[in-house]
């Protein structure tokens, strides 16, 4: 018997990266998982697919079912819904709201002021991301709230606390953060718990890239990746969440995903567990590399906000 033995999980953009790992996750604590993304079916031109993410599920005896879906077209985002009401007798225990389609306009915007990107750079960064969170989360809460239980789950960031990306990423997570916190007001009375997911440094397929290119770190040698973590440690999270029975008490707050990982008894893909970017197992090596080989002999205990402000997470490349 599996944790999550007949409960229904959504997770959007789930072709690749944070999401393909949380279904991953999902699938080997045993849910059945809908998936969704523009891209079905692999192509010379993709980086990942819906069909490559569901055998990814399958491998680890989970159910994976794609669904093709842009999350920037609403009546998309109504018909997906639907149809899982349809096959599932109306139930929908977990939403995981992922999709985010803002790296390609990071990337181009990187080490800009805001005002010498056009006025669009906004939208592509929080349109398919903060707006279609929300969509998505109207339509899960019409199932859920019926059923006086369900689980929603929005994908933010550490670039909620501080800067880092750009004026348009850091204020969508900010509100990403600030949509969690309130939608569980709203939610509470009727016993459907909304969180805020807050991963680490992430070593996904887009962001490894990305960090390469920026500067933000190697892809070569561990050295470059201290501290990193692989998106299934994200799904594996989530799935304890999904599978604890008094996860209301949490509701409105920010989740931090190494930190569930402590909580939980949970490892990464590689039997690792990273430490949380405020604890001091993180800040200290981070700030004096020298340390980094000897960093599991550092306490693993969290530091205080203010402290992270002034630190590492104070810092533009953070």
Not at 28 to 48: D, H, N
Request: proline share 6%.
């Amino acid at each position: 018997m599996k944790p999550l033995d007949g409960h229904i999980a959504l997770v959007t953009g789930a072709t690749r990266g944070l999401g393909k790992g949380i279904a991953i996750g999902l699938g080997e604590a045993g849910a059945t998982v809908y998936i969704t993304g523009r891209t079905l079916s692999a192509s010379p031109k993709a980086t990942g697919s819906l069909e490559e993410t569901a055998a990814a599920v399958a491998k680890v005896g989970g159910v994976a079912i794609p669904v093709q879906v842009d999350h920037s077209d609403d009546n998309q985002v109504k018909a997906l819904f639907e149809r899982i009401q349809a096959e599932q007798d109306g139930r929908l225990d977990l939403l995981v709201n992922n999709a985010y389609a803002g790296v390609a306009a990071l990337r181009a915007a990187y080490g800009k002021p805001f005002w010498e990107s056009e006025p669009g750079f906004w939208d592509a960064c929080n349109d398919v991301g903060l707006r279609s969170h929300y969509v998505a989360s109207v339509y899960a809460a019409r199932l859920m709230v019926p059923r006086q239980r369900g689980l929603i789950c929005t994908l933010s960031s550490w670039g909620g606390l501080s800067y880092i990306f750009g004026v348009p990423y850091g204020v969508g997570k900010a509100a990403s953060d600030r949509l969690a916190a309130d939608m569980a007001v709203e939610l509470k009375p009727h016993q459907v718990t909304s969180l805020s997911i807050w991963p680490g440094i992430v070593g996904t397929e887009l962001m490894t890239q990305f960090a390469a290119e920026m500067g933000l770190g190697g892809t070569g040698n561990g050295e470059g990746q201290y501290n990193w973590e692989t998106p299934l440690l994200t799904g594996r999270a989530i799935a304890a969440l999904a599978a604890d029975s008094k996860v209301l008490r949490r509701t409105g707050q920010v989740q931090i995903v190494a930190e569930l990982a402590r909580e939980y008894g949970l490892v990464d893909a590689d039997g690792q567990r990273p430490a949380s970017l405020r604890s001091l197992r993180f800040v200290l090596p981070y700030t004096v590399p020298g340390l980094r080989p000897y960093a599991d002999w550092v306490p693993d205990v969290d530091m205080p906000w203010p402290f992270l402000l002034l630190g590492p997470l104070g810092s533009p490349k953070a």
